[in-house]
């Protein structure tokens, strides 16, 4: 029986030993390289929306980009007059102002399929469900009020998306910086890209930005703003690409993410490729 004890001692050391050896090769991967580990380079722009005639930013488009099995899809996120989160790209909705609105105001208008204007936690509710691989590129709206109020949507944003448990799903894109400053404040962990392409990728990695989500453009003007990124440990993503030869100008430099309205085009373009 004493043997039997010291066998099962020593197992229990061998077994302890090797979860902390996996514990601390986890810790040492950094959070970029982990956070940003997306099955494939297709980032469906407003969800995949184009193809089957869904509206653009519906929870429909999400779905069908999630069943192509994108490495991401991409939305973007308001805040009405009664602090209620919402999906949408144009800060009207229906002529009707979102940041002046209630969301009982927004609700009197539906989607062209009929669908409500989703809210942020439907959406990452439905982005959540039946999803192994399509993370969440949430793209948070610059205020049409003032920059205050826009640090405070983001700080609201990333509160409900820690409370639903989305936070390992979810990417942080805006146009605004101080958003994506107001979101690393609030979580350091958070993987976030800047899109307005006026920042070389040192500065972003200085200010712990984690990724360059440029128009393509920029690329093409500033090739060498692509080998500065793979320096500092930058991601880059390129949007909005429709046509396969940006794609393949794209794939061919380096860059690791496309943001397109044609998934099905980019991921045809990358069998292509792959069967070469």
């Known amino acids: 029986m ?13 077994i302890l030993a090797v979860l902390l050896l996996v514990l601390l090769y986890a810790c040492s991967v950094p959070a970029k390289i982990k956070k940003t580990a997306l099955s494939n380079p297709v980032i469906a722009h407003r969800g995949a929306f184009k193809k089957n005639g869904f509206p653009e930013n519906s929870i429909a488009s999400l779905r069908e980009a999630i069943r192509l099995g994108c490495g991401g899809s991409e939305f973007d996120v308001r805040m009405t007059a009664d602090d209620s989160l919402v999906i949408n790209h144009d800060p009207e909705f229906h002529h009707l102002s979102i940041e002046q609105s209630t969301y009982a105001q927004l609700q009197a208008f539906s989607l062209s399929n009929g669908e409500k204007i989703p809210t942020l936690q439907e959406y990452l509710a439905a ?25 405070r949507i983001a700080a609201k944003v990333v509160e409900l998306v ?72 930058i991601v880059l993503n390129a949007w909005t690409v429709n ?34």
């Open 2 to 14: 004493k043997q039997n004890g010291r066998r099962n001692n020593t197992g229990s050391r061998v």
């Open 127 to 151: 982005g959540l469900a039946n999803n192994p691989h399509t993370r969440l590129i949430c793209e948070i709206k610059p205020s049409t009020v003032n920059t205050e109020r826009g640090q």
């Open 162 to 233: 820690e409370r639903v448990g989305a936070s390992s799903r979810v990417d942080y894109i805006s146009f605004d910086y101080a958003i994506l400053q107001k979101i690393i404040s609030v979580n350091p962990k958070a993987h976030t890209q800047y899109l307005d392409g006026n920042k070389a990728p040192a500065e972003l990695a200085k200010d712990k930005i984690a990724g360059a989500d440029y128009h393509y453009s920029v690329f093409k003007n500033k090739p060498e703003w692509i080998t500065e990124a793979n320096k500092h440990n």
């Open 243 to 276: 046509d396969t030869a940006t794609m393949h100008w794209l794939l061919d430099r380096g860059v690791q993410l496309i943001t397109t309205n044609e998934p099905e085009l980019l991921f045809s373009l990358l069998a292509e490729r792959k069967n070469k």
